[in-house]
């Protein structure tokens, strides 16, 4: 099967590492009826002589191999230079994923994720098409996952609280709507940052008090906002697990009658590989939402595996591109025709159209030129608590003569933008530039994968 991720074709071949012969042949069995070819391996050593004959670009490791020999295979994948992504099988009860998790991060690995068992084929398609990034080397030291026992601690502990980014409309520079975002900052472990945090609160089952705490931020900071500007949305991602829970649609209802905000108000944002996890589920749930009046968006459009049959089928009222394509648009020719050709598709199917990780006033003009409507990304703010957000609402808090209380201030359009260093860190030399990838914290905290 050939496979379009980003703008290049790629031939998978999966190595399958289980010690359980029947779960090894319904792995393989699965792999190949999603349309790549599956390679398997009862042990350590034929893994490594598997993949020394043939390099894979995606290998699944059994938990069930045992701390040592998975380390073992990890390190040899590090040692060898090979580049393929990981995914783990565990069992519900298996308390390892934590370590194996490090140990690939350690060796400077990229992982997918985790599959449970009995394994869902949505779940492992989405991993296959997921494509996550390699460890930066600076990370290597600082990057520890949390136990699921702190991120609970920490959420009983109020050290959990939400920043917002603002979504801004190309066209005028207007600053239509903000995006939530989880934020940890604990007096132990310092700042967690999302990509630490939230596959944590995926597979210890905290990811629902996760979102219902950010959520109810989220709608009680917009009901502050729109009394300064009725049309104010808040976007908050949902994870396949919160979509399948059925109680979500009650609890948004009960937050959004308890603080008067329509239900228009809110965007509820759903990623390609959380939509692939779980399809039916996420189908109903977000159909739900959509029949409430909550706005649905697909988020990170472009790094997963949508069809149109997809976005025809879904209530989606807005289409977010990924920033990966966005980052890379100026100087990579194929990315740009594919964002110019996701715009006209999105406005053909009568969606809004989102660009994230607009970083320069280049793309962004490039952008509303070619029909993007809305931007987000640190040009036009960098992502902030709601008490800041809220005096960077006001008008005198974004006068463009005068330096805003959080960072960035932008002026009636999104052409000049000022920032007032906020700490050391952002004293940086003259003529420095300094981007969305220099801080690893400020990014969505549903965690792309």
Same mark, same amino acid.
């Given at each position: 099967?050939?496979?379009?991720?980003?703008? =290049? !074709?790629? !031939?998978?071949?999966? %190595?399958?590492?289980?010690?359980?012969?029947?779960?090894?042949?319904?792995? #393989?069995?699965?792999?190949?009826?999603?349309?790549?070819?599956?390679?398997?391996?009862?042990?350590?050593?034929? #893994?490594? *002589?598997?993949?020394? +004959?043939?390099?894979?670009?995606?290998?699944?490791?059994?938990?069930?191999?045992?701390?040592?020999?998975?380390?073992?295979?990890?390190?040899?994948?590090?040692?060898?230079?090979?580049?393929?992504?990981?995914?783990?099988? #565990?069992? $519900?009860?298996?308390?390892?994923?934590? *370590?194996?998790?490090?140990? !690939?991060?350690?060796? *400077?690995?990229?992982?997918?994720?985790?599959?449970?068992?009995?394994?869902?084929?949505?779940?492992?398609?989405?991993? %296959?098409?997921?494509?996550?990034?390699?460890?930066?080397?600076?990370?290597?030291?600082?990057?520890?996952?949390?136990?699921?026992?702190?991120?609970?601690?920490?959420?009983?502990?109020?050290?959990?609280?939400?920043?917002?980014?603002?979504?801004?409309?190309?066209?005028?520079?207007?600053?239509?709507?903000?995006?939530?975002?989880?934020?940890?900052?604990?007096?132990?472990?310092?700042? /967690?940052?999302?990509?630490?945090?939230?596959?944590?609160?995926?597979?210890?089952?905290?990811? @629902?008090?996760?979102?219902?705490?950010?959520? $109810?931020?989220?709608?009680?900071?917009?009901? =502050?906002?729109?009394?300064?500007?009725? *049309?104010?949305?808040?976007?908050?991602?949902?994870?396949?697990?919160?979509?399948?829970?059925?109680?979500?649609?009650?609890?948004?209802?009960?937050?959004?009658?308890?603080?008067?905000?329509?239900?228009? !108000?809110?965007?509820?944002?759903?990623?390609?590989?959380?939509? +692939?996890?779980?399809?039916?589920?996420?189908?109903?749930? %977000?159909?739900?939402?959509?029949?409430?009046?909550?706005?649905?968006?697909?988020?990170?459009?472009?790094?997963?595996?949508?069809? +149109?049959?997809?976005?025809?089928?879904?209530?989606?009222?807005?289409?977010?591109?990924?920033?990966?394509?966005?980052?890379?648009?100026?100087?990579?020719?194929? #990315?740009?025709?594919?964002?110019?050709?996701?715009?006209?598709?999105?406005?053909?199917?009568?969606?809004?159209?989102?660009?994230?990780?607009?970083?320069?006033?280049?793309?962004?003009?490039?952008?509303?030129?070619?029909?993007?409507?809305?931007?987000?990304?640190?040009?036009?703010?960098?992502?902030?608590?709601?008490?800041?957000?809220?005096?960077?609402?006001?008008?005198? @808090?974004?006068?463009?003569?005068?330096?805003?209380? /959080?960072?960035?201030?932008?002026?009636?359009?999104?052409?000049?933008?000022?920032?007032?260093?906020?700490?050391?860190?952002?004293?940086?030399?003259?003529?420095?530039?300094?981007?969305?990838?220099?801080?690893?914290?400020?990014?969505?905290?549903?965690? =792309?994968?």
């Amino acid at each position: 099967m050939i496979h379009l991720h980003g703008t =290049q !074709a790629v !031939a998978f071949r999966v %190595l399958i590492v289980d010690i359980d012969p029947i779960e090894r042949v319904v792995l #393989a069995r699965c792999v190949e009826m999603l349309g790549w070819g599956a390679d398997t391996a009862d042990c350590l050593s034929e #893994a490594i *002589d598997k993949f020394s +004959i043939r390099p894979h670009d995606v290998v699944v490791i059994d938990f069930g191999l045992g701390q040592r020999d998975n380390r073992h295979l990890l390190r040899h994948l590090h040692r060898v230079h090979a580049d393929p992504s990981v995914i783990f099988v #565990a069992r $519900e009860a298996e308390d390892r994923r934590a *370590d194996s998790l490090q140990s !690939a991060r350690d060796f *400077d690995l990229r992982v997918a994720g985790t599959l449970t068992r009995p394994i869902d084929p949505y779940r492992l398609h989405a991993l %296959l098409l997921s494509n996550p990034l390699r460890p930066r080397p600076g990370d290597r030291a600082t990057t520890i996952y949390p136990s699921a026992r702190e991120l609970d601690q920490a959420l009983r502990d109020n050290e959990i609280h939400t920043e917002y980014q603002p979504k801004t409309y190309l066209a005028t520079g207007e600053i239509v709507g903000v995006e939530a975002l989880a934020r940890w900052y604990s007096p132990t472990l310092g700042v /967690v940052s999302p990509h630490q945090f939230v596959p944590v609160a995926e597979q210890s089952g905290l990811i @629902g008090r996760l979102t219902f705490r950010v959520l $109810e931020d989220a709608i009680v900071a917009c009901r =502050q906002w729109r009394e300064m500007r009725p *049309d104010c949305s808040v976007a908050v991602n949902l994870s396949p697990r919160v979509l399948a829970d059925p109680g979500l649609l009650p609890r948004i209802e009960s937050l959004l009658d308890q603080n008067r905000v329509p239900p228009g !108000a809110l965007i509820a944002e759903v990623t390609e590989t959380a939509l +692939i996890a779980n399809l039916p589920t996420a189908t109903e749930a %977000l159909t739900r939402l959509s029949l409430k009046g909550v706005r649905v968006s697909i988020d990170g459009f472009g790094s997963g595996y949508s069809s +149109i049959a997809s976005l025809l089928r879904m209530p989606f009222a807005e289409l977010k591109i990924d920033r990966s394509f966005i980052g890379v648009c100026r100087t990579d020719p194929e #990315a740009w025709r594919l964002v110019r050709a996701t715009v006209a598709l999105a406005r053909a199917l009568g969606m809004n159209v989102v660009a994230e990780g607009i970083e320069t006033e280049d793309i962004s003009d490039r952008l509303r030129d070619v029909g993007c409507d809305i931007g987000q990304g640190w040009y036009f703010g960098r992502p902030m608590q709601g008490d800041a957000m809220l005096r960077y609402l006001t008008p005198k @808090g974004r006068n463009p003569l005068t330096p805003g209380p /959080v960072g960035l201030v932008m002026a009636s359009a999104p052409r000049r933008m000022v920032r007032e260093p906020s700490s050391k860190a952002d004293l940086a030399p003259a003529g420095a530039v300094r981007t969305e990838r220099d801080a690893k914290a400020d990014v969505p905290w549903e965690l =792309q994968s």
